[in-house]
Each structure stands twice: as structure tokens, then as C-alpha cells.
């Protein structure tokens, strides 16, 4: 098993569709991410997930619904997107230490290429 | 605000040497990583600067000067599989990671 692993690699949905991207790490980490990497742009991080805790949302629209039922797993719940969200989705995960949430390096994943109709 | 600024492509031959740079404006400063991305496949970490001065690994080498808010990243005798996209990322003094756009390395033979 790879490190991070994402599922579904290429995902197609209309506007109206609800569908999950899902994201396992077999590293041990306690923290996990989901970023949106858009074309020449920056990483964009959505959230972030600590000892199965959301730390951080970076103001990201309610369309986007994370979930995460153990340190292992994390999920994206998709629905009602609009074609703008159309882009690649990374999961990641890192070991943190201390209430400064120092992170060490991200592990990501090999991303789930989302287009929306 | 912040913001990371690298070049967005660069072009070199097989063989020879690249140096990829990274400015950076940030709200503090606690380290500097390099990762790299091959088309459609995961980011992987490459290194990590928080002293200024040169870290070596193999083929590849970053630099740091944080008074002058400058990093690059040095790839020596090039292969076709250094093909790949470079993102640079700063921790600023939030323990946040601020990510640059990405250069895009062509590799020719």
C-alpha cells in the first residue's frame, strides 16, 4: 500500500450530483489535509483535520462538506457544484507535534481530478 | 499579504545544471520546503531550509537567505526525469504553509 491513497482518481458530475472523494493514509499521521490545486495557481488548502478534529476552514463554500471518522480516513462530500470547482483535489497527511501545530513534511496524495458539467 | 513568487516555466538540456528560484513576503518566517510534482502524479518533498546557507542532497541543492526573503533550488546533471513541476512552500509564523504557483522544469535532450 502507498503512503496516501485517493479514490476516485477522475470523477465527472453535473451541477446536481452528490458524490465522495475519500483519502487513507497507512503512515501513522495524526493530521490530515485536502488542498485544491488549480491550474498555475497555488495549493489552496480547505481543511485541515487533527486527531480527527477540523482545525481549519478556510472559508470554503458549504457545497465542499469534510469528513473525517478516524486519523486513518478523511473524506470530501461533493454536491451542487459549480463548473469553476472543476480542478485537482489532494489529499495529505503529516505528523504534528505540540498546540503550535507544527507540522513536518505533507504527504500527498496522487489526487482526484474532478470536472464539473 | 503573503505571497511566494517563482517562475511559472523554465527550459533546460539534459545534462546540465538548473537553478529554479523562490521569493517570498511572508508573516514570519519558520522554514522553507521544496516539492516536487511530476504530471498527474502526488507532490513529493524534496527539502526543507530553516538556517540560511546550502543543504545538499545528491543532485539537488536548496539555498536559503532569509534577510532576503530568497530561495532556489539547484538540480545538477539533469535527466529527462527531472521533467516535473517545483513548488515552493514557506511556514510562516502561524505554522501555516504558504505556497508558491509552481515552476514548470522542460527537460531536453
Known amino acids: 500500500e502507498t503512503g496516501v491513497t485517493q479514490t476516485p482518481r477522475h470523477l465527472v458530475m453535473g451541477m446536481t450530483n452528490k458524490k465522495s472523494l475519500k483519502c487513507e493514509q497507512h503512515?501513522?499521521?495524526?493530521?490530515m489535509y485536502w488542498y485544491k490545486q488549480s491550474a498555475k495557481k497555488p495549493l489552496e488548502l480547505m481543511f485541515v483535520y487533527s486527531l480527527e478534529e477540523r482545525v481549519e476552514n478556510n472559508s470554503v463554500p458549504s457545497r465542499f462538506s469534510p469528513e473525517c471518522p478516524n486519523s486513518s480516513h478523511l473524506f470530501l462530500h461533493l454536491h451542487t457544484l459549480q463548473p469553476e470547482d472543476s480542478a485537482l483535489y489532494l489529499c495529505?497527511?503529516?505528523?504534528?507535534?505540540?498546540?503550535?501545530?507544527?507540522?513536518?513534511?505533507?504527504?500527498f496524495g496522487e489526487g482526484s481530478r474532478l470536472t464539473v458539467l | 499579504g503573503q505571497n511566494i513568487d517563482q517562475p511559472t516555466e523554465m527550459t533546460a538540456t539534459e545534462g546540465a545544471i538548473v537553478q529554479i528560484n523562490c521569493t517570498y513576503q511572508t508573516s514570519g518566517f519558520n522554514g522553507l520546503f521544496w516539492y516536487q510534482q511530476h504530471a498527474g502524479e502526488a507532490p513529493t518533498f524534496l527539502s526543507y531550509n530553516v538556517l540560511d546557507g546550502l543543504e545538499e542532497k545528491g543532485r539537488f541543492s536548496s539555498f536559503l537567505s532569509r534577510s532576503k526573503g530568497y530561495s532556489y533550488l539547484l538540480l545538477k546533471e539533469l535527466q529527462m526525469k527531472d521533467s516535473a513541476s517545483y513548488l515552493c512552500a514557506v511556514r510562516d509564523s502561524n505554522y501555516q504553509l504558504i505556497w508558491g504557483a509552481g515552476t514548470k522544469l522542460i527537460i531536453k535532450p
Open positions: 495529505a497527511s503529516s505528523q504534528v507535534e505540540g498546540d503550535t501545530f507544527v507540522t513536518g513534511e505533507l504527504f
Open positions: 503512515l501513522g499521521h495524526n493530521a
